[in-house]
C-alpha cells in the first residue's frame, strides 16, 4: 500500500480505528508475514455435570513471542434447559452449547472481517450483522453411527450477511467476496485434517 494512499486517511477514525495506523499495521503484516503470525489458544476443563465445561482464553502468541499473560476470559458451556431435561439431567441449567459458541465466533469474526477490509479499501459502511444457522444430526456424537459418517453430521451452513450504508454497486460487489476472508469461515468450511492428542492421568 503506497505511502500517499496512507496519508490520505491521517486523522481518519473509522470504527473506533485510526485509518492510517490501521493501513500501516496491514503494510507489517505484508512485510513481515512470519513475525505477524498469531497463535489463539483456548482450554476447556469438564465440570461434574455432563457436557458442562468452563472454557479459558488467555496468552496467546504474535511472531513466536508469548503475549496475554494477564488476560483470562471465561466462558461456560452446556446445553438448552429442554435438552437436558430430555436427557435426563437432575437440575437443568440453561447455557450456550459449545456449536453455538463456534456459530457466534464465526458471526463476530465475518463482521471484523468485513470492516477491516471496509477500512483499507476505503468503503464507507455503517454496521454489519451475521446471522449463521447449522442443522446438526447428533447420531455420530452418541455413537449411533461411526466416525467414517463424519460428514453426514452437518446439513448446509446457512450464513446471512447483512451490510448497512450506502454503498454503489461496484463496493457491494467487492464487499460480498469479503466473507471468504474470514478466519472463522476459513476454519469451519475448509478440511482441517487432525487427530486430537489423548493422555492419561490416574486419578490422584
Excluded at 72 to 100: C, K, Q, S
Excluded at 136 to 142: A, G, Y
Amino acid at each position: 500500500m503506497s505511502t500517499a494512499r496512507r496519508d490520505r486517511r491521517a486523522g481518519e477514525i473509522e470504527h473506533g480505528a485510526d485509518a492510517e495506523t490501521h493501513l500501516e499495521f496491514i503494510d507489517w503484516v505484508e512485510a513481515n508475514p512470519e513475525d505477524a503470525m498469531l497463535e489463539f489458544r483456548a482450554a476447556g476443563a469438564t465440570e461434574a455435570v455432563a457436557n458442562r465445561t468452563t472454557a479459558t482464553i488467555g496468552d496467546w502468541a504474535l511472531g513466536g513471542d508469548e503475549m496475554g499473560a494477564e488476560r483470562e476470559h471465561t466462558l461456560e458451556f452446556g446445553l438448552p434447559p429442554e435438552l437436558e431435561e430430555a436427557m435426563g439431567y437432575v437440575e437443568a441449567t440453561d447455557r450456550h452449547e459449545a456449536i453455538e459458541g463456534a456459530l457466534a465466533g464465526l458471526t463476530a469474526c465475518i463482521n471484523g472481517t468485513i470492516v477491516y477490509n471496509a477500512i483499507r479499501e476505503g468503503i464507507d459502511l455503517e454496521g454489519v450483522t451475521t446471522t449463521v444457522r447449522a442443522p446438526v444430526d447428533l447420531r455420530m456424537l452418541f455413537g449411533i453411527h461411526d466416525v467414517d459418517r463424519a460428514h453426514e453430521m452437518y446439513g448446509e451452513l446457512e450464513i446471512d450477511v447483512e451490510v448497512t450504508g450506502d454503498l454503489t454497486a461496484e463496493e457491494k460487489m467487492v464487499v460480498r467476496d469479503y466473507p471468504k476472508r474470514s478466519p472463522v469461515y476459513t476454519l469451519v468450511t475448509l478440511e482441517h485434517p487432525n487427530r486430537p492428542t489423548v493422555e492419561f492421568e490416574p486419578t490422584a
